[in-house]
Nanobody, 124 residues
């Protein structure tokens, strides 16, 4: 059974930082690129970041470029999202997804597996 479990969300002041983690099990982790999406209340889920299976390639939404960094530890089957300079607009539930695809990382339907999400609230 494939399981993705996000953690690390919480309440932070604007300008602060959080690091999200997504631990994967039940799959061969290096076969998957991993993505981060978020969904704010009343809005559609949107792409945030993605990282290739090796970690050698990363991709970011324009809204988070320069502030967020995705990394992965294949020995721990875990992907991370370091979020700095957080803004109230970053408030959302953050989800990690896993895909065997090597393209279209910013597309929601590319991902076959999803975690349950972790909530991030940025106070102004």
């Amino acid at each position: 059974q494939v399981l993705l479990v996000e953690s690390g969300g919480g309440l932070v002041q604007a300008g602060g930082s959080l690091r999200l983690s997504c631990a994967a099990s039940g799959l061969t982790f290096i076969d998957y690129a991993m993505g981060w999406f978020r969904q704010a209340p009343g809005k559609e889920r949107e792409f945030v970041a993605a990282i290739s299976w090796s970690g050698g390639n990363t991709y970011y939404a324009d809204s988070v470029k320069g502030r967020f960094t995705s990394s992965r530890d294949n020995a721990k089957n875990t992907v991370y999202l370091q979020m700095n300079s957080l803004e109230p607009e970053d408030t959302a539930v953050y989800y990690c997804g896993a895909t065997e695809s090597q393209a279209k990382y910013s597309v929601y339907s590319t991902y076959a597996r999803w975690g349950q999400g972790t909530k991030v609230t940025v106070a102004s």
